[in-house]
């Protein structure tokens, strides 16, 4: 049976609250929809069928002027990983947004989003007019979408969560939700 009760502790004192039938629920399904829209819209725009020429992160990656610069450095200068960079940004946020719109894999989406945006966030490191920008609000919104489990209301996940191979396999529900 999937869950949606949480316990957490306030200020030493045990809270539990079941969020599937409330508003927060219904507000965790709009959230996880809108972010896994963005995803699935941004990764489709970059295939090469859409876009008319395939995705190129060389020129981002040379002139980022971040705290990871160094790191952009290695990708563009070592060939196979700049060819895998330039894959795997357009097929990661399409699979990470069809995860989210179905419902499907939610926490494993929420994860690799976030991994994604915080490389985001610090190669767009601009900070001249303050630290909260797009890219940490939406860290923030993959952090929500996964520690709450979103995939489990009106989503794939909670359907998952029922079959037998689920069952006999609890780790699984870590990557559920």
């Known amino acids: 049976m999937s ?3 949480a316990t ?27 972010v896994g829209y963005w995803f699935l819209h941004s990764g489709w725009g970059k295939f090469a069928f859409v876009a008319g020429e395939p995705f190129n992160a060389a020129g981002y990656l040379q002139n980022a002027q971040s705290p990871i610069a160094g790191l952009f450095e290695v990708v563009v200068g070592t060939p196979w990983l700049l060819e895998l960079t330039n894959v795997m940004i357009p097929v990661g ?3 990470i947004g069809l995860g989210l719109v179905l419902g499907a894999l939610v926490r494993l989406a ?6 994604l945006m915080v ?3 610090l190669g ?6 303050g630290y909260v920008n797009g890219d ?4 923030v919104m993959f952090v929500i ?7 489990r209301i009106l989503g794939v996940d909670a359907a998952l969560e029922e079959t037998e191979f689920v069952r006999r396999r609890p780790w699984l529900r870590y990557l559920l939700g």
Do not use: I
Request: a negative charge; hydrophobic letters at 55%; proline letters at 0%.
């Open 119 to 121: 490389l985001f966030y």
């Open 136 to 139: 940490l609000l939406g860290f």
């Open 145 to 151: 979408v996964g520690v709450f489990a979103a995939g």
């Open 93 to 95: 946020e399409f699979l």
């Open 3 to 5: 869950t949606n009760d």
């Open 124 to 129: 767009n490191a601009d900070w001249a007019t």
């Open 8 to 34: 957490v502790q306030w200020l030493g004192r045990r809270e539990a609250f079941e969020y599937a039938d409330s508003v927060a629920g219904y507000t965790m399904v709009a959230v996880r929809l809108l």
């Open 110 to 115: 929420a994860f690799f989003g976030g991994v």
